[in-house]
Structure formats: structure tokens, C-alpha cells
């Protein structure tokens, strides 16, 4: 048995320390955290201090159970899991739960896992900060007590199975505000003017700084132009500088890395966590723009020796960002001399981002120089003026420069000629083009992450899981969506007349954006009109600083929970007993037929219309919405529409098929199967030769799923997944050995694969690592998100039945720690 025995939260993290520490070392991991809250009522004693009841994780029992032993034999136990709080707080749960003793137990913490930052930590251990670790539980305590509190009302009063969160629904009402901005905004059109002017046989472009708001008016200017003789009036060269950016922060990464690769704020944790583990960047969590001075050093002489010693210039960043946590380094390549690394091509792309920033941010400024060229008339007012920019020393350019959020962006510098004052210069084109003004841009995952940075919301460890909660609790959809055509008005000089054109353009159309659902709205409303100051923006970043003091010892945790508790549970009590019902109803209008009242609302299933009065003798009609219609907006006619369905299409293999819209969108029922319909259809109009085709394709792919059954067994079949092969057994679903062709396994060799007997199905193993996973999720999903190393890392998901039985077995134990 070794003498020390180190606990990290990840299996990829402790692979890597394994390297750099001698046979005297056990590395092992916990898998993330190893206890919460106790699931079972509120796990907070409110009135007796706002005490903890923690309870290990089922799923970690047997994680818990030999670490337990390993550590009994081991001399020393160091704690090496992350800097930050959360890593903290699961190294004092560790602590408390192994029963560890002081005497023999070390925290060690480290920025990058190489060998130095190893040995150094070995060399520099320190006792567990609690100050860390009660900010951490006042986190997690006050979020219970947000969740546990509202989210009842909301099943009250809008519907079950609705969910509230500090952070969460704050982010809700960024994006639900956006969408409310961009739905009223009222679009103005004007004209800009540009011109293409020749000097020399080198041709640039030139704009009108002024815009005519109407077609009289640029028509008017166009007619002046005619015959007109231009000339530079003046001529200002001015030397400018660029500076690079500093290096990433978490949110920074994930602004950049949504801009340039395409990643969501999830992927990009995953593959920054999956590096950091694997030794190749430092922590990915961190509000810090600082680098340490070996970093600096290590930046210049890989800059000296890859682009000359005229590149180099070292600098130092101070974070701007509300509320810095940590006192951490940027993320930044453990090794600068390396410029790749990676597994697979994403941790590469990734890497290479992270590299080729911090290696700019060392880099000289680019010069430049800018040119302003004004062009007179002789029969004008007005100016043109064209811009330009050329390069003198590219500076950090050479390796990189950072992306913005501006979509809307038509200011275009180019290169200009060589121009003198006084010159004649020839007009080869001069057109007016009909322009709109655009509304505020809904929010990418990458802008409300910096919007949430700018208000102080959130912590860079919460950006990803925010996201994730409020688009897995049917809040926000992120989706595309296309645009629809417009019409401009073109004016365009050719020869000695103007051409006046209407042309066509497609707008609005919306890429990874996100949008905020009926439901979303409805809860917002609800919570902003009951609970404003739960969702305040000031609230919310008020509790983040609240939390930083305590991380520095300036505040006592329980104080805080209490004084927030007390007032928000009385309002709670009085918001559920006076409060009525909300449904985002609307009153449409009359039904032309019956004469009945129309609403639209939120019901079960969702967003509805329905005609008639739920307390007449005659139920009322109800129709859902499509995926493209809400609440706030659908007009009469457009719900009148939707009691047209169901319609009949026409008939295929002497059977009708029948268009309608149930509780997962637009279908085609044919012969008692249901074939879903495609977002780029119509259920209202869709045709037989369009609905025939949907139902052969789905067949088609049912048939390419099947690569085997068995007639002694049907409920066992081998079938084609979107992660692969795997294997059915009636509602379970198990990963199938890489070295076995699925087709050839026979039925016996499938039973031992799942190790399931029909007669005497065995009791299942619980902890991490089985291969069992639910019906809906192929295995080979599973098995990828065990290797990602996240903080908190699920065992995969076991029946309800043989949970329950092992849980008797061996009960979690609980325990009533304060801090």
C-alpha cells in the first residue's frame, strides 16, 4: 500500500498527476462531488441556523466506501481537487465524509498539472479554507432555498413541474426583455449613397455620410450627380496603432470560441476541462486576465524564436470584470513552445484558440496607417469621403485578432490608391441603396454570457449550467431560424440617367440564437410582477458580492441566508394565497361561426387557442400552436387557421393520411403510425407527393436501424443508433463490445452481454461504471460523458426499483455538518 494517497475529482485528472508522482503515490478520484443537500425535503434546518443536512450521493456509495479504506492505510491524504470554491467545497466534503484526521491530511492546490506545479504544490500544502467553503455552501444553500420556496408557487398558479432559480431566471429575463425589444422595434428605411471612383486605373470606394430619408430625396441628390466633375478636396494620412487583446478568461473563451469555432458555452467547458485535465492548458475557471511571469518569459522567447525579436512585448493585464473571483492566471497553454495539442480536432481547434491569444496578447502593437479622403464636386453639397487602413507592421496581427458581436456591421476600410489634393478623379458608378434599421440582436449563448459578466451574474463555473438549465427546463429554445424576403429600392447611375430598380433580400434570418418559449414568458411575467427582486439584475449581482466576502472571511455565511430568508418566505406565503392563476390568456376575438369567444393561452400541453368558455355545457375547442406562432403575437386569423386541422391529405396504400399538430408539433397519421412533419413543411398545405415522401423515408430509416432480431426473443433486437450499435432488451439498452460484428452475436451471447437472465434477472451493481442506461439514450453517449471529466459526473441511470433496493441496503449516511 502506498504511504500517500491523493483524491482528485476526475479520472483524466488523476491519470495525469499519476505521471509526474513516484511509486509512493495513489492517485485516485471521486468523481466530483460526493455529497449534496439531502434530496428528501428541503436539507436545510431553517430554524435552527440554516444547518445542512448533506447526504452521499447513492450513486457513490461504493466511491465513497474505498476511499474510505484507502485512506485508513495511507500516512498522508492530500486533497488535490480544484482552486476554486467548488473544488474547495468538494475537498472539505471529502474530509467530512472519509471521518479524515488532521494530523495526516494535506490540501494542495495548483494553477496547471505539470510536473512543476505538482512537486510545488507537493512542497507548499495548506489546511482546507472554510472561508471558501461557506461561500460555496451559501451559494448552495440560498439557491435551495430560491428553488425550494418558488418553484411551488409556480406549480400553483401556472402549471406542474416548473422550476425557479436565482441565476436562471434572471437569465430568462435578459433574453425575454430582447425578444420583447426586437418584436416592437418599428424598422425605418433611408438611403445610403456610395460611389466608385477610378485614380490611376486603381478604383476605390467612397459613401455619402449624410442618408436621405426618402426616395424623392436620394433621386434628387442622384440627378445633381449627373455630369458632375469630382476632385480630392483633401487628403489626412494619420499613423494609428492596434493593441491585442488579453488573455482569455472563462467567458472571453467562450465568447470567441462561439465566434470563431461555432462552440456552444457547454462544449467549450467540456473541451477546456478535458485539456486542463489532460496537462495541456491551465484551469479553465478563472475571472483573471493576469500571467505569471514565467508564463510572460516562456510567451517571449516562443515569440523571439517563431516571429523575431521585433514581435516581442511583454505586458500585463488587469481584470476589468465585475467582481473578480480568484486570484488566478488567464487561461493560457501550460506550455507556450507548444502551438498543438489535443486529442481530437476540437480540443486542437480550442487549443490553438487559447494558444494563439495569449502568444498575441505578448506581442507588439500592429501600426497602421489611416487615410481619410475628402471628394468635392462641382455641382454638390455634400461630400463623399472614403477610408483607409494599411498595415505598416502587422504586430500581433500575424497570429491573431479577436472576433466581435456586431452582425450588422457595414463599414468596409480598404486599401486607397495613391491620391494627391487637387486631383480629378473619374466616377464609374454612383447608386443609392434602400437601407433598414435593424432591432437589438437577440442573444447567442456567447452575448448573454457577457451580458450576465457585465451585470455581475453569475460566476464563470455558472455560465454553462445556466444555459443549460433554462434550455432543458422549456424556458429557451436555441434554434435557427430563417429569414423572410424584403423589398428595397435600388437607384443606380448608368450613362447620363438614373435606373431605378426593386430588388429582393433576405432578412431576419437567425443563427444559434436564443429565443424565449410561451412557458418562458409566462413564468417571467409571473415572477418579475410577484418576486421583482428575486429577478433584479441588482439583486442578483448583489448576492454575488455577498458570496465574495464570505470567501474572504468579511461576512458570516448564516447572517446572510438570514436576512435574505425571513422576508422572501413571508412573501411567499402571501404571493401563493393572494396571487390568481397565470396563463399569458388573451381574448382574440369572436368566432365568426359560433360566435364564441377565442383566448389563447398556456394549457397542459402547452400554447393553445381555444374557442368557447370552459364553464358552458358545450366543452370548448382547443388547437395547439405551431412551432412559429406565440401567445404575444398570433393574430385571429391565424387561430381560425389552425381549427382546420385536422385535414386530410389524401390517401397512400388505400388509406387516408391526415395532417394535424399534437403535443411534439406537426404530424401525418397514416394507417395508426405517426409520421412527424419536418419544420420546413406546412401541415396546412402540405401535398400527397410531399406526405408520401415523409412516410417512405421514415420507413426507410426504421428499416437501416434493425441490423438484427431474434424470432425465439423479439423483445431483443441489435439496432443502429446515432452513437452507434448497441443492444436492445425490451426498454434497456447496452453498449456492445468494439471487438464483436453485431450481426453475428446470437441471441445467448447478447444475454451474457447484458448479463440478463429472463427467468432470474440478476440484482444490478450499483456505483460508476455500469453499463446499463436508459431507453431513450444510446450507451455509447454515456460512455463518452464519463470520460469528460465533469465536475459532477453521473453513474449512469439505473431503474427506479433496483435503486430503491439498494438504497435499504445500504442506507446514505447523513450528516448535520456547520461549517
Known amino acids: 500500500m502506498a504511504k500517500n494517497l491523493v483524491i482528485v475529482e476526475s479520472p483524466a485528472k488523476g491519470k495525469t498527476i499519476e505521471g509526474f508522482l513516484g511509486k509512493d503515490y495513489t492517485v485516485k478520484s471521486s468523481f466530483g462531488h460526493i455529497r449534496d443537500l439531502a434530496k428528501k425535503g428541503l436539507g436545510i434546518n431553517t430554524e435552527g441556523n440554516f444547518e445542512p443536512t448533506y447526504e452521499i450521493d447513492p450513486d457513490k456509495i461504493n466511491v465513497v466506501s474505498e476511499l474510505k479504506k484507502l485512506a485508513k492505510n495511507a500516512e498522508t491524504v492530500w486533497l488535490a481537487t480544484d482552486e476554486d470554491r467548488e473544488g474547495e467545497a468538494i475537498s472539505w466534503h471529502l474530509y467530512e465524509a472519509l471521518e479524515l484526521a488532521k494530523k495526516n491530511t494535506k490540501r494542495i492546490v495548483f494553477h496547471e498539472i505539470t510536473k512543476k506545479a505538482i512537486n510545488n504544490a507537493i512542497e507548499n500544502p495548506r489546511n482546507i479554507d472554510i472561508n471558501l467553503v461557506n461561500a460555496q455552501q451559501a451559494r448552495r444553500i440560498l439557491d435551495r432555498l430560491v428553488g425550494f420556496e418558488l418553484s411551488p408557487v409556480l406549480w400553483k398558479k401556472i402549471k406542474p413541474s416548473l422550476s425557479a432559480g436565482r441565476v436562471q431566471s434572471a437569465a430568462v429575463r435578459l433574453i425575454v426583455e430582447r425578444e420583447r425589444e426586437y418584436l416592437d422595434f418599428q424598422t425605418s428605411s433611408s438611403f445610403r449613397v456610395t460611389a466608385i471612383f477610378e485614380s490611376n486605373g486603381s478604383s476605390f470606394k467612397a459613401e455619402l455620410p449624410k442618408r436621405f430619408v426618402t426616395l424623392n430625396e436620394a433621386e434628387t441628390f442622384l440627378n445633381n450627380c449627373l455630369n458632375a466633375q469630382f476632385k480630392v478636396e483633401n487628403l489626412e494620412v494619420k499613423p494609428a496603432k492596434r493593441s491585442p487583446a488579453a488573455p482569455f478568461t472563462t467567458s472571453t473563451l467562450q465568447q470567441e470560441a462561439a465566434r470563431k469555432l461555432g462552440f456552444s458555452v457547454a462544449q467549450t467547458m467540456r473541451l477546456a476541462q478535458r485539456l486542463y485535465e489532460s496537462g495541456k492548458i491551465t484551469y479553465m475557471r478563472t475571472d483573471s486576465v493576469n500571467l505569471s511571469q514565467e508564463a510572460v518569459n516562456a510567451a517571449k522567447s516562443a515569440i523571439q524564436k517563431n516571429y523575431g525579436d521585433n514581435y516581442s512585448f511583454p505586458r500585463q493585464y488587469k481584470t476589468k470584470s465585475k467582481g473578480a473571483q480568484e486570484a488566478h492566471e488567464a487561461i493560457r497553454p501550460s506550455y507556450m513552445e507548444v502551438n498543438s495539442a489535443g486529442e481530437d480536432n476540437q480540443e486542437r481547434k480550442l487549443y490553438e484558440l487559447i494558444w494563439k491569444r495569449t502568444i498575441a496578447s505578448q506581442m507588439a502593437d500592429a501600426q497602421l496607417e489611416k487615410t481619410n479622403v475628402t471628394i468635392s464636386s462641382n455641382s454638390l453639397k455634400e461630400n463623399f469621403v472614403a477610408q483607409g487602413e494599411v498595415i505598416k507592421f502587422d504586430g500581433f496581427l500575424k497570429v491573431y485578432l479577436e472576433s466581435t458581436d456586431d452582425e450588422n456591421n457595414e463599414n468596409d476600410e480598404g486599401t486607397l490608391p495613391l491620391l494627391k489634393i487637387g486631383q480629378d478623379l473619374k466616377n464609374k458608378e454612383i447608386l443609392a441603396t434602400e437601407r433598414f434599421s435593424y432591432p437589438p440582436s437577440r442573444y447567442t449563448e456567447a452575448s448573454l454570457v457577457k451580458k450576465l459578466e457585465e451585470l455581475g451574474i453569475g460566476r464563470p463555473s455558472t455560465y454553462a449550467p445556466t444555459i443549460s438549465t433554462v434550455i432543458n427546463r422549456g424556458y429557451v429554445v436555441k434554434e435557427d431560424r430563417m429569414g423572410r424576403t424584403r423589398n428595397y429600392n435600388l437607384l443606380t447611375i448608368i450613362g447620363n440617367k438614373i435606373v431605378k430598380e426593386i430588388k429582393t433580400e433576405n432578412t431576419g434570418a437567425e443563427k444559434s440564437k436564443l429565443f424565449p418559449t410561451d412557458m418562458g414568458m409566462v413564468v417571467n411575467d409571473f415572477l418579475v410582477q410577484h418576486f421583482d427582486e428575486i429577478v433584479d439584475y441588482n439583486f442578483t449581482a448583489k448576492v454575488e458580492q455577498e458570496f465574495d466576502e464570505i470567501a474572504d472571511g468579511m461576512q458570516e455565511w448564516t447572517k446572510m441566508i438570514r436576512e435574505f430568508y425571513g422576508p422572501f418566505h413571508k412573501h411567499v406565503e402571501v404571493t401563493t394565497e393572494t396571487s390568481e392563476r397565470a396563463s399569458g390568456e388573451r381574448k382574440l376575438g369572436i368566432d365568426p361561426v359560433s360566435g364564441k369567444n377565442i383566448y389563447v393561452r398556456i394549457g397542459r400541453f402547452g400554447p ?139 441471441l445467448e451471447e447478447c444475454y451474457q452481454i447484458a448479463k440478463y437472465d429472463p427467468a432470474n434477472p440478476p440484482a444490478e451493481k450499483k456505483g460508476w461504471g455500469s453499463k446499463k442506461t436508459t431507453a431513450k439514450r444510446e450507451p455509447v453517449k454515456k460512455a463518452a460523458r464519463k470520460s469528460e471529466g465533469t465536475k459532477s459526473p453521473k453513474a449512469s441511470v439505473k431503474k427506479a426499483s433496483a435503486k430503491k433496493a439498494s438504497a435499504k441496503k445500504q442506507k446514505p449516511k447523513k450528516t448535520t455538518k456547520k461549517a
Open 608 to 746: 393553445l387557442v381555444q374557442i368557447g368558455e370552459a364553464s358552458e355545457e358545450e366543452k370548448p375547442r382547443f388547437a395547439s400552436l405551431r412551432r412559429d406562432q406565440r401567445l404575444e403575437s398570433i393574430t385571429l386569423e391565424e387561430a381560425l387557421d389552425l381549427f382546420k386541422l385536422p385535414r386530410v391529405i389524401g390517401v397512400f396504400e388505400d388509406k387516408e393520411m391526415v395532417a394535424a399538430i399534437g403535443r411534439f408539433g406537426p404530424y401525418i397519421r397514416h394507417s395508426s403510425s405517426f409520421y412527424s412533419i419536418p419544420k420546413t413543411d406546412d401541415p396546412m398545405t402540405i401535398e400527397v407527393d410531399r406526405a408520401v415522401e415523409i412516410i417512405l423515408a421514415k420507413r426507410k430509416a426504421d428499416s437501416e436501424k434493425l441490423i438484427k432480431k431474434f424470432d425465439e426473443n423479439p423483445d431483443v433486437q441489435i439496432l443502429n443508433g446515432r452513437w452507434g450499435p448497441y443492444l436492445a432488451i425490451q426498454k434497456n439498452n447496452y453498449k456492445l463490445p468494439k471487438d464483436r460484428v453485431p450481426a453475428d452475436l446470437s
